[in-house]
Each structure stands twice: as structure tokens, then as C-alpha cells.
């Protein structure tokens, strides 16, 4: 498997444009997640789904993001209007049943988007 | 709910030195442990996990940890640093129901020669 895999790895943007990220996730991970990372506030989680259904969404900061799964090997983070302060390295990672007694058991991160906006 | 603390935000330490960084957790049910490194410009890599069983976890590049629940800690070690063990480390705790893991704010280890 070639991992979770992102896109774009750079994005650089207006203020105001909206933004796109894209995450294929690991085929059979039965979960997804979202994080931002930034100097100031570390790894957020803002939205995870299990089995392509949103669960925890309190993360995500205001409604300006949106993020779907439309199936199960493909997820979305939108940023519309985007601002400077969205500015930050979005990772998307996948995992199993945490709870499953599983040698290989873990999340697995993508290498990561690093959003500029300016 | 449940909380990660890394007592140490950064950690220099010299190459060949041993290192130990970190990691006390809080949760009122049994937990899942992990540690994370982030090298630079890159996403986070699992080093090794505690699941169950022994309370010694050996994980890659020589790395070990320790789960100690009377002290909730899971401190990080590696009795010889080598300058690519430069990198920002993470503990991350999850518990039994849902599966979701809370991170600790990371350390950053800066292996000097």
C-alpha cells in the first residue's frame, strides 16, 4: 500500500478563494482523520469519520471549513472563504478499530498539505 | 476526558548521549499508548504502541517506552542518540471506546555533534 497519500503537498492562495484538500486514506482503514498543525496551537484534530460518516466534527473552527467523504477511499477538506489565519500544515491520517487487537494498529499520517494564505 | 502531557517542549542532547523524554497522561479508563516522530517537513511516523502485555515496548530505531499506570507516565527513551534522531516526538493516548487519540504538544529533540 502506498500509505495515506494527500494533495496538494503546497497550496498558496489568496484571501478569500477557497481552498481544497484532498486524502486517499489506506484501503481497509475504517477511519479518517483531519488534523491541522500550527507553531502555536500543535496538532488539532478537527473532523474524524468512521465508515465515511462524520463523528466528531467540534474541531473544526468555523463554518468557512467543510470536510466529506464520499466513499470510502477519498475525503475532502474545504476552506471557503479562505483567510491568513487558515494558514497551517493539514494532515490527513487513517487507522483501524482502535479498540481491535491488531499488531499493525495505529494511525497512519499523510506526509501533509502546507497551506499559505496570503 | 482525557489529557497529554509532555513535560518537555524542547531537549537538546549530544550525540551518543541517552535521552528520555516524557509522556503523563490522565484518563479515568484503561488506555492505549503511542509515540510519534515528525521529521522535519514530513507527517508523523508511529515509533512504537502500547496495546497490552508487557509494559516494556521496543519500537523502531532503537526506541523503547514504558508504561507505568501507577504513575500514568509512558516515557520515551534511546540509550545512544545519533544526529537523524533529530525531530519533534509526540505522545498520543486513545481509550477503549471510540478511537479517537489526543496528542501531547510535542518535544523537540535536537541531537547535536
Known amino acids: 500500500d502506498a500509505g495515506v497519500i494527500q494533495s496538494p503537498r503546497h497550496e498558496v492562495t489568496e484571501m478569500g478563494q477557497e481552498v481544497t484538500l484532498r486524502c486517499k486514506p489506506i484501503?481497509?482503514?475504517?477511519?479518517l482523520f483531519w488534523y491541522r498543525q500550527t507553531m502555536m496551537r500543535g496538532l488539532e484534530l478537527l473532523i474524524y469519520?468512521?465508515?465515511?460518516?462524520?463523528?466528531?466534527d467540534s474541531g473544526m473552527p468555523e463554518d468557512r471549513f467543510s470536510a466529506k467523504m464520499p466513499n470510502a477511499s477519498f475525503s475532502t477538506l474545504k476552506i471557503q472563504p479562505s483567510e491568513p489565519r487558515d494558514s497551517a500544515v493539514y494532515f490527513c491520517?487513517?487507522?483501524?478499530?482502535?479498540?481491535?487487537?491488531?499488531?499493525?494498529?495505529?494511525?497512519?499520517f499523510g506526509s501533509g498539505t502546507r497551506l499559505t494564505v496570503v | 476526558a482525557q489529557s497529554v502531557t509532555q513535560l518537555d517542549s524542547q531537549v537538546p542532547v549530544f550525540e551518543e548521549a541517552p535521552v528520555e523524554l516524557r509522556c503523563n497522561y490522565s484518563?479515568?479508563?484503561?488506555?492505549?499508548l503511542f509515540w510519534y516522530v515528525q521529521y522535519p517537513n514530513q507527517g508523523l511516523q508511529l515509533l512504537l504502541k502500547?496495546?497490552?502485555?508487557?509494559?516494556l515496548v521496543k519500537g523502531i530505531n532503537g526506541f523503547e517506552a514504558e508504561f507505568n499506570k501507577s504513575q500514568t507516565s509512558f516515557h520515551l527513551r534511546k540509550p545512544s542518540v545519533h544526529i537523524s534522531d533529530t525531530a519533534e516526538y509526540f505522545c498520543?493516548?486513545?481509550?477503549?471506546?471510540?478511537?479517537?487519540?489526543?496528542f501531547g504538544g510535542g518535544t523537540r529533540v535536537l541531537v547535536k555533534p
Open positions: 491520517a487513517s487507522s483501524l478499530e482502535l479498540g481491535r487487537v491488531d499488531p499493525n494498529y495505529g494511525y497512519t
Open positions: 484501503s481497509g482503514h475504517d477511519y
Open positions: 469519520f468512521n465508515n465515511n460518516v462524520p463523528i466528531d
Open positions: 484518563s479515568s479508563v484503561s488506555v492505549y
Open positions: 502500547y496495546l497490552s502485555g508487557s509494559t
Open positions: 498520543a493516548v486513545g481509550k477503549a471506546a471510540g478511537n479517537k487519540l489526543t
